[in-house]
C-alpha cells in the first residue's frame, strides 16, 4: 500500500542518518586531516616559516564554524597580511628613537588583544600580535630576516586558508547526521563584553608579552626565536579571552599538553625519521585531542585549553624538523626550545596571578533573559 512505502522509506531515511557521524566527530576528523595535509604540504614544499600554514589551518579548523566563503577567506589573508606587514612602520623608529618605538609597539599590541576581547577573530588577533613582534624584533637585527619572514608568514597564511577549503571539501558538515531539534528554552542574550572588561583583558595580555617582546628586542638572536614568539603571542591571546580566574592553569595545562604531545612525537621521529611518520602523529594528535576541543554541536569547555596545546605541539615540534633537514642541532634545538616554552609558561601564569591578584575583576551583571 502507498502508506506502507512512505514508512519504509521514512525508517530507511532515519536509520541512514542515525549511522552517519556527529557534527563533533566530522570536526575532529575534519581538524585532524586537514592540519595533517596542510603540514604535509608544507614539508614538502618547505618555504621559509612553512609551519605556519598547518598551525592556521588548524586554529580555523579548531573553531566549530561552518565552512569560509570564498571572501571570507580572502578577507582575513588580506587582513592577516595587513596586520603582519604593518610591524614595518615601526622599524624606523625602533632603530632611531627607541624608546618612541617601544611605547608605539605597545599601543599598537595593546589595540590588538583588545580587538580580540571585544569578540574580534582569535586567529587575526594571535597573528597580528605575532606580526608586530617578530617583525619590529627581527627587524631591528636584518632587515633580509624580516623580509624572508614576512614572504613566509604571508605564504603560509594562503596555503593554511587553502587546506581549510580542502578539509571542508573532504568532511563536509553535510556527512554528519542531522541533531534533533530541541523544544525553545530561555537564553541569555549573548553580548560582547563591556569596555571595562575588555580593556583589563588587554591589560592582563600586554603584561604577558610585552616584557618578553622587550628581551627580544635585547637579543641578537631573535629572528630564531619565531617559534616561541608565536606560543608567546598565542599565551597573550589565551589569557584574554578566557577573562576568569582559571586562565593561568589554562595557560600551564595547555603547555604541558603540546610539551607531552611534542616529546612523544619527537622521540617516535628519532626511531624512525620519516616524513609519513611525521605527518601521522600531527593527525593522530588531532584525533586524541579533538575530543576534548569539540563536544555537541560546539566547543568543549576545555575546548580553548586542548586547542592551544595541540598548537602548542605544532610550533615546538615542527621547527625542530627543519633544523634537522638543515642539518642543524636539531635534538639540542628541541629541547632548548621547549625549556624556553615551559620558562614562558611559567611568567605568563605567575603574571596572571600577580595581575588578577592587583587588580580584581567587578562581578559581571546578571545577564538578560529572552522572554
Known sequence: MPSDSRVSVIDSTESADASRMSI??????????????SMLFSQIVNWPMSFIAPVLTMFILSLPLPVLK?????????????????????????????????????????HSFYYT??????VV?????????????VGTVSINAVLALLGGLSTGAVFGVLFVWVAHAILPDSMARSEPVQAPRVQAKVQKPDLAVARRSAWRSMLIVMPVILWFLLSSASASYAAFMIKV??????????????????LLISTVIGGMG????????????????????????????????????????AGATWSYGYLTMIVV????????QTGASADAAFWSRLQMFIWATIYGTGAVFVFDALWRRKPAPEPELDK
Not at 598565542?234 to 589554562?250: F, T, Y
Open 70 to 110: 570564498l571572501d571570507a577567506g580572502i578577507k582575513f589573508v588580506l587582513v592577516f597580511t595587513v596586520a603582519i606587514y604593518a610591524g614595518l612602520v615601526f622599524l624606523p623608529f625602533m632603530l632611531n628613537q627607541r624608546v618612541v618605538g617601544i611605547l608605539l609597539l605597545g599601543l599598537a599590541l595593546y
Open 317 to 324: 615540534l615542527a621547527p625542530a624538523v627543519l633544523d634537522g
Open 125 to 137: 588577533g594571535v597573528f597580528a600580535t605575532v606580526g608586530l613582534a617578530l617583525v619590529t624584533s
Open 117 to 122: 576581547a571585544r569578540g574580534g577573530s582569535q
Open 24 to 37: 563533533a566527530s566530522v570536526r575532529i576528523l575534519r581538524m585532524a586531516l586537514g592540519t595533517a595535509l
Open 233 to 250: 603571542a598565542s599565551m597573550g591571546q589565551q589569557a584574554g579571552v578566557d577573562q576568569s580566574r582559571q586562565a593561568g592553569k589554562s
Open 262 to 301: 611534542a616529546i612523544v612525537a619527537w622521540q617516535a621521529l628519532s626511531i624512525w625519521p620519516s616524513l609519513l611518520l611525521y605527518v601521522l602523529l600531527i593527525g593522530l594528535a588531532g584525533l586524541i585531542m579533538g575530543p576534548k576541543i569539540f563536544a555537541g554541536a560546539g566547543m568543549h569547555p
